[in-house]
């Protein structure tokens, strides 16, 4: 279910910040497999051709509605970063992705009930600041943006880039992928930065 800043301001042609945590901050990933299981859903509903079951039934096909920019899965939590094309995409790529997963995980770990908070919490970037300021805040949440696996920062560098993730709008807005290693090893400038996007991350605003 879409947080309240998503019924608020649900605009198209637009970027957003989403987070959502674990249930009591309990952990959503416990293993390599559930990562990459959490990922393949994106490919699922994002790629360029449209994904079956098993059953040969169609997945929902959001290419083209939605893009997501950026991410990173850490064990009880996570952040994404998305561009919306058509408004209500994010809330139905979230509610497809969320269900499925939390179907998988809780089969896995023999669980029952919810396993996400009842709702993700997404906010709108209005600028071009903004949006540089917070995909770092996103690659950086990792605490080692260069070594964790589980972050969209190494298909930045052609490292594993998949058809569904599309970073190409963050990309050029710093030019290079080379300058925007060296905007993630800022540190004077991140920390700086943080006054000015804390109240405005998925995660701060309630």
Not at 34 to 63: C, M, N, P, V
Request: hydrophobic letters at 35%; glycine letters at 6%.
């Amino acid at each position: 279910m879409p947080a309240k800043n998503v019924d608020r301001v649900d605009i198209e042609k637009s970027y957003y910040h989403v987070y959502t945590h674990g249930v009591g901050r309990q952990p959503i990933f416990k293993s390599g497999e559930d990562y990459d299981f959490f990922l393949s859903l994106f490919e699922r509903h994002l790629s360029l051709e449209q994904s079956s079951d098993k059953l040969g039934r169609k997945y929902k096909h959001l290419r083209g509605q939605v893009e997501i920019i950026g991410y990173c899965l850490i064990d009880n939590y996570l952040h994404l970063l998305f561009y919306q094309d058509d408004k209500g995409a994010i809330a139905r790529l979230m509610h497809a992705i969320m269900t499925s997963y939390s179907i998988y995980f809780n089969k896995k770990y023999h669980r029952s009930g919810p396993l996400f908070e009842s709702r993700y919490r997404a906010a709108i970037i209005l600028s071009d600041l903004d949006l540089g300021q917070i995909s770092r805040y996103i690659h950086l949440a990792s605490g080692d943006w260069q070594a964790y696996l589980y972050s969209s920062i190494h298909a930045y560098f052609g490292i594993g880039l998949s058809d569904w993730l599309q970073p190409d709008r963050l990309i050029n807005l710093f030019g290079t992928t080379p300058v925007y290693a060296d905007y993630l090893d800022d540190k004077a400038d991140y920390k700086q930065s943080l006054a000015n996007i804390k109240p405005k991350l998925a995660n701060v605003i309630k």
